[in-house]
C-alpha cells in the first residue's frame, strides 16, 4: 500500500516536496523490503521459521511505518493511522512484540522532546496517547485475553490427547491379550486393527494385513465347503445391516491353506445403517467340533446298543406281568411293575439321546405334512387329560370351547401348517407332560393362536414357575433348574433342549414366559399355510399315497392328526 501510495504522488505530484502526502523515498525503499522479504517468507520459508520471519518482517513494517510518520508530520501525520493499525497486532508476538513497540513509541516521544523543535503542546500529547500508546494497550487486552483462551484450549487439547494416548494404549494391551482373533474393519471393508492371536490364527502379519480388503485375509466358507459371497458374508451383513451376526459353522483358509473350523462373532461400529464399520472376533474350534463329534457317535452308538436289551427286559417283564403268561402274587407283581416303569424311563432316555445325537450331527431332517394344529394339540391333550386327573388338575383345551374340554364348543379359526408330524409330537407331549410335572395344584391350559403368518401354540400352568436367572438357559443341553422343587422331579434336563431343536428344525421358535412361584406360560410358533395351499399339498399328499406298490394294497392315507403315536415317534 505504501508502494502505491509513493507512486501514486510521484505520478500526480511530480515529486515535489511540500506535500505530506507524498510517501518518501526511504519509506519506499523499507515498503519494497519488506514485501519482497514477506513474499519469500510466505512461498519459500521452512515452516519451523515462520513465526521468527513472520517477526522480523512486523518489525520491517513498523520500522517503515515509523520513518513514514516521521518524514510526513510526525503526530500530524495522515499516515498515523497505520501506526494504530499495526500496533494492534504487536500482541500476536506476546511480551516482546508489546514491548518493542511501547519502547519505540516512548523513544520517540523523548526524542521529539528534547530534540525536535515542533513544540511539545497539549494537543500532541492527547494525539500521541490516544493515537500512538492506546493501541498498544488494546493490542495486550486482545492477545492477551486470546493467547490466555488459547492456553486453556491447548491445556484441554494436551489433556485430551494424553487421556485418549492413555485409553488406546489400554485398549491396545487388552486387545492383545485376548486370545481370541479380534479384526477391526472400516466401513470400506479394509482391515485397520489385527491382533496378535488373529495374526497367528490367519497367517497374516500386521504389516501385510493393514489396509487390505478383509476377504483376502478372512477367506470364508460354510458348512459344505462353498466360499461366502457377498450376500451370504456374515461381515459385508453387519456392514449393510448393523446388526451383530454369531456363526459357528464355517470354515477358515488360512494363507498357507489350511481348513479351520471357525466360531465368528461380527459386531457393527456405529449407531445407524450402513456401519461405519465392524469388529470381528473368532476362534478356532477345530478340535472342540471333534470332540462334539465323538461323543455324539459314542452317545449314538451306546444308545442303539442298550436299547436293544432294555427292549428285551422290557418284554419279559411284560410277560411276567401278562396274566396268561405268567402266575405271580400281588407282591411281585407290585415289584415288576416298578421295574417295567423303570424300564420304559430308561428307554426314553435313550430315545432323547438319540434325538440329541441327531440333532448334533445334522441328521434331524424334517419330512413335512400338511396338519391342523387345533386337531392335533386336541388329540395331545385328550391323551394327557388322565395323567393330569391323577394329579387332581384341570387340563383345558382353550380352542373351541368355554374353557373345559368337554364344554360347548364355538367357532374357531383353523390354523394348517407344514410340520413334521413326529417332531410336533414330541415338543407338544414334552411341553403339555412338563406343565402337569412342575404343577402341584391348580390347571394347565392348552391353547393355539395365530395371525395370517404363523401359528402360536402355548401351555400355560399354575406351576412352581421358573426363576429369572434360570429363563436364559432353559433350553441349554442338560441344564436343570436347581432347587428343592425340582429336585424332587427328577430329570434330564433334554426335553426343552430336544424342543428348541425340533422346533428350529421347522422354522420355528420356542420361548417361556414365567413368573416364579405362579407359574409358566411356554409358546411354539410355526409358520401358517394358507386353506388353499393346505388342501393342494393334502391332494397331492393324498395322490402319492393311493400310487400302487408291487405286491402291497392301496393304503387310504388317515388324517394328519390322527395318525398313530407309534408313527409319530421315528425321528
Request: charged letters at 15%; glycine letters at 8%; hydrophobic letters at 45%.
Amino acid at each position: 500500500m505504501i508502494l502505491s501510495i509513493f507512486l501514486a504522488g510521484t505520478m500526480i505530484l511530480g515529486g515535489q516536496p511540500g506535500s505530506n502526502l507524498l510517501v518518501p523515498l526511504p519509506a519506499a525503499l523499507l515498503a519494497g523490503l519488506s514485501a519482497v522479504t514477506s513474499l519469500i517468507a510466505y512461498m519459500w520459508a521452512p515452516q519451523k521459521y515462520l513465526h521468527a520471519l513472520a517477526f522480523g518482517n512486523y518489525l520491517l513494517l513498523g520500522a517503515t511505518v515509523g520513518v513514514l510518520i516521521s518524514l510526513t508530520g510526525e503526530v500530524y501525520s495522515p499516515y498515523l493511522v497505520l501506526w494504530m493499525l499495526l500496533t494492534i497486532f504487536a500482541g500476536l508476538f506476546n511480551t516482546m512484540g508489546l514491548a518493542i513497540a511501547f519502547i519505540a513509541v516512548n523513544a520517540a516521544l523523548i526524542y521529539n522532546f528534547l530534540f525536535d523543535p515542533l513544540p511539545v503542546t497539549r494537543d500532541y500529547l492527547i494525539i500521541f496517547l490516544l493515537a500512538l500508546e492506546t493501541p498498544i494497550a488494546v493490542s495486550y487486552i486482545i492477545w492477551h485475553e486470546k493467547g490466555a483462551q488459547d492456553k486453556n484450549k491447548t491445556q484441554a487439547f494436551d489433556a485430551l490427547a494424553k487421556q485418549l494416548s492413555q485409553v488406546a494404549n489400554k485398549s491396545e494391551i487388552v486387545i492383545n491379550a485376548i486370545a481370541d482373533g479380534v479384526v477391526a474393519i472400516d466401513s470400506e471393508g479394509q482391515i485397520q486393527l489385527i491382533n496378535p492371536a488373529a495374526q497367528k490364527l490367519l497367517g497374516w502379519s500386521k504389516h501385510d494385513a493393514l489396509n487390505l480388503d478383509y476377504r483376502s485375509v478372512l477367506k470364508l466358507s460354510d458348512a459344505s465347503g462353498h466360499e461366502l459371497t457377498n450376500e451370504s458374508s456374515p461381515i459385508q451383513q453387519v456392514l449393510l445391516f448393523n446388526k451383530p451376526i454369531t456363526n459357528n459353522n464355517l470354515t477358515l483358509t488360512t494363507r498357507s491353506n489350511k481348513k479351520l473350523l471357525l466360531s465368528l462373532v461380527v459386531s457393527p461400529v456405529g449407531d445407524v445403517a450402513p456401519a461405519s464399520g465392524a469388529i470381528a472376533v473368532f476362534r478356532d474350534i477345530t478340535s472342540e467340533k471333534e470332540e462334539e463329534r465323538q461323543k455324539a457317535e459314542f452317545i449314538s452308538t451306546a444308545s442303539h446298543e442298550m436299547r436293544t436289551p432294555v427292549a428285551a427286559i422290557e418284554g419279559y417283564l411284560g410277560l411276567a406281568l401278562n396274566p396268561n403268561t405268567a402266575a405271580i402274587d400281588d407282591k411281585a407283581r407290585a415289584y415288576l411293575m416298578k421295574a417295567h416303569e423303570s424300564t420304559q424311563h430308561l428307554g426314553r432316555l435313550f430315545q432323547d439321546l438319540l434325538t440329541v445325537s441327531r440333532a448334533e450331527d445334522g441328521r434331524l431332517i424334517p419330512k413335512p405334512t400338511v396338519i391342523d394344529i387345533v386337531a392335533f394339540m386336541r388329540e395331545i391333550t385328550d391323551g394327557l387329560a388322565p395323567k393330569a386327573q391323577g394329579k387332581g388338575l384341570f387340563l383345558y383345551f382353550k380352542p373351541g370351547s368355554d374353557g373345559a374340554t368337554d364344554g360347548p364348543h364355538t367357532v374357531t379359526p383353523v390354523f394348517y401348517s407344514l410340520l413334521d408330524q413326529g417332531h410336533l409330537r414330541e415338543i407338544s407331549n414334552n411341553l403339555v407332560d412338563n406343565a402337569i410335572k412342575y404343577t402341584k395344584q391348580g390347571n394347565v391350559t392348552v391353547d393355539v393362536t395365530g395371525d395370517d403368518s404363523n401359528v402360536v401354540i402355548s401351555v400355560n400352568d399354575t406351576g412352581i414357575g421358573i426363576p429369572p436367572e434360570d429363563a436364559p438357559h432353559l433350553f441349554q443341553k442338560f441344564y436343570r433348574i436347581d432347587n428343592s422343587d425340582t429336585r424332587e422331579i427328577g430329570g434330564t434336563g433334554l426335553g426343552l433342549f430336544i424342543c428348541r431343536r425340533l422346533a428350529e428344525a421347522n422354522n420355528g421358535k420356542i420361548w417361556v414366559e414365567s413368573t416364579y412361584g405362579k407359574g409358566s406360560t411356554f409358546s411354539v410358533q410355526f409358520p401358517r399355510i394358507t386353506h388353499e395351499k393346505a388342501a393342494e399339498l393334502l391332494k397331492g399328499e393324498q395322490q402319492a399315497s393311493t400310487v400302487p406298490q408291487p405286491g402291497l394294497p392301496i393304503q387310504q392315507p388317515k388324517p394328519a392328526a390322527l395318525q398313530s403315536t407309534s408313527e409319530s415317534q421315528a425321528l
